[in-house]
């Protein structure tokens, strides 16, 4: 028998997992914290507040960001910022819920019209849709659309690039290559979903899965309108299920895109989003120090990659109480770190990957981020305070002491048969001025341990088919490559899984830099999926990471924050602790203009 018992509330789910805000992480350099504001404007007032709150509608939104989309499809896109802009156009079974704080990190039903139905052996999850949801050309949103959306993210040979968990809960040994190459006559062949009605979808996993909700959320298990779907081409025009649609044609790679109301959304169908401007612009520029001009100056809303504004602008924030006020700094939930890949000679040597952990100075890395207020504490390990298992005490390379350690450096040069230092080179995206400085704080203190990298930028925009091709990386010979991560969802397994589990590593889009093949922590996240004891999936997550640490395949630069500026006429402003961003379907104007 199959006794079905109503899925727990999504707040529960979150306090089961033993989650934390990433606003409330406890990083000892923010001076001022979280404070009440009263939702008036105030220095990290929308860490804990929505400052400015409002429900007047109309004017334009202005974003603008020095980060191109890596992709629009939902499919595709893995770019925390691109993931928050995804709730403008695109609807989930669940979301997460609307508000600041650990809130946020509640999931709430979106298209379904209650949270699922789950078999007592918690491999049956059952939806049932909300009626009267429309995609933008008025066709009605079915449970096949969303069961097509998914089938799409086992085309990896067609649209690769976003994260593939669903690839390995779904597929029950069928064997399933996504809809192009489905011999079922409607292309929903995928076995393992049903939808015996327009407005009930079955899923079926093969193991219990505690975090299969968080999947669900992500952008990639939005429906798609099969009509519609052009493969690789649909990233120029992604159908939209929620309050805004792309404008024809708006879609410029290196330029921007608009959004312009949906006139099929029904605002009766959707809790979440409230959907303010008419119009949302984005710009994307080259130019950093003029977006953060423009953003002081008020021409400019926000800037959507949230990563922090540049050293320039930085002072002038931190020095001007007015100016001050609209800025906030919060924790992320990233880590800024360096891989090292086991691929490229000599870094298939643990000693001369150590070699680098001991050589590299963990202040001038920090100062290069922006400093301990908008940098971020210097990084220890590779989960962030914010997820369930990390330890602020767990420091095996000794980094908390700030300073490069080149006697060991030097002795593990020594172990690895390069007494005599090698060399090697630093791949880093060449529009993050961040992350460059980044480099060449690596660089300079390598150098002391007769460690030679020379720096290779590359457009950012092509990180997946550059970094994230292993076999790019191997030719070029990129041996040290600097980036960032966030979780993908707010626990042990949404974090680190595609950094350092094998079966996530692809020829295209992949995310394990140092490419990790080691057995045993993959068979440690299979041990944690089951466990449904918050505090036993802790201490496995903190075992993975110790794992990871222990092998030096990830140097962590710093648990990072970001100094933030958002327009003083924006409203209902806050960080959304999901994404460590503000949120952006939230935001609407208060000029009406």
């Not at 507040?49 to 109309?58: E, I």
């Not at 009930?200 to 193991?207: C, G, M």
Request: overall charge neutral; charged content about 20%; aromatic content about 8%.
């Amino acid at each position: 028998m199959s006794r079905k018992t109503r899925a727990f509330a999504a707040a529960g789910v979150a306090l089961a997992l033993g989650l934390t805000s990433a606003a409330c992480s406890g990083n000892k350099s923010d001076d001022k914290g979280g404070t009440t504001s009263g939702g008036k404007s105030a220095y990290n007032a929308a860490i804990t507040d929505v400052v400015n709150p409002s429900t007047t509608k109309g004017g334009t939104l202005n974003l603008w960001t020095a980060q191109d989309a890596d992709f629009w499809d939902p499919a595709r896109g893995y770019y925390a910022f691109v993931w928050n802009l995804n709730r403008l156009y695109t609807r989930k079974l669940v979301d997460y819920a609307a508000a600041p704080g650990k809130s946020g990190l509640e999931l709430a039903p979106d298209l379904a019209s209650a949270m699922p139905e789950i078999s007592a052996d918690k491999l049956t999850y059952t939806f049932k849709l909300k009626t009267g949801t429309k995609f933008d050309d008025g066709a009605a949103i079915t449970s096949k659309d969303i069961k097509y959306g998914i089938e799409r993210i086992f085309a990896q040979d067609v649209v690769p690039g976003g994260p593939v968990y669903l690839i390995d809960i779904l597929d029950q040994g069928q064997g399933y290559k996504g809809p192009y190459k489905d011999t079922d006559a409607n292309k929903l062949g995928l076995k393992s979903v049903e939808t015996p009605d327009d407005q009930t979808i079955i899923f079926h996993l093969k193991k219990a899965q505690s975090d299969f909700l968080y999947l669900l959320a992500m952008p990639g298990a939005g429906p798609v309108p099969q009509k519609r779907d052009t493969g690789a081409q649909y990233n120029s025009a992604p159908a939209a299920s929620g309050p805004y649609m792309f404008k024809a044609g708006s879609i410029q790679p290196g330029k921007g895109v608009v959004w312009v109301r949906n006139p099929n959304w029904d605002p009766a169908t959707d809790t979440i989003r409230k959907a303010l401007p008419d119009q949302i612009n984005l710009t994307v520029t080259t130019n950093a120090e003029d977006m953060d001009s423009r953003l002081m100056a008020g021409t400019a809303d926000i800037d959507v990659g949230q990563t922090g504004v540049q050293a320039t602008a930085r002072t002038k924030i931190l020095q001007d109480p007015a100016l001050k006020a609209n800025a906030d700094t919060p924790a992320t939930g990233f880590i800024r770190y360096a891989a090292l890949a086991t691929s490229v000679a000599p870094f298939d040597n643990i000693e001369c990957r150590k070699a680098v952990f001991y050589a590299a100075d963990p202040t001038s890395l920090q100062t290069a981020r922006g400093g301990p207020i908008a940098g971020g504490d210097i990084g220890t390990s590779m989960l962030p305070p914010n997820i369930a298992g990390s330890d602020a005490k767990y420091d095996p390379f000794n980094r908390l002491q700030g300073k490069p350690q080149i006697e060991e450096a030097k002795k593990a040069l020594a172990a690895c048969g390069k007494p005599n230092g090698f060399d090697t080179t630093i791949a880093v995206r060449n529009n993050k001025p961040a992350e460059v400085k980044s480099a060449e704080a690596l660089q300079a203190a390598l150098k002391q341990a007769n460690i030679n990298a020379k720096i290779e930028q590359y457009d950012g925009a092509q990180l997946s088919s550059v970094i994230g091709a292993p076999d790019n990386v191997k030719a070029k010979g990129y041996g040290i490559q600097i980036a960032g991560w966030g979780a993908d969802y707010p626990t042990g397994s949404g974090y680190l899984q595609p950094l350092v589990d094998s079966r996530f590593i692809l020829k295209n889009g992949n995310y394990n830099l140092p490419l990790i093949k080691d057995p045993s922590i993959d068979g440690l996240f299979d041990q944690a999926a089951g466990e449904t004891d918050a505090t036993k999936a802790a201490a496995i997550y903190e075992q993975i990471n110790h794992k990871v640490m222990e092998g030096a395949y990830y140097l962590p630069f710093v648990f990072d924050k970001a100094l933030n500026y958002r327009n003083p006429r924006l409203t209902n402003a806050y960080i959304h602790d999901a994404f460590g961003q503000i949120d952006f379907q939230a935001l609407g104007v208060s000029d009406g203009k």
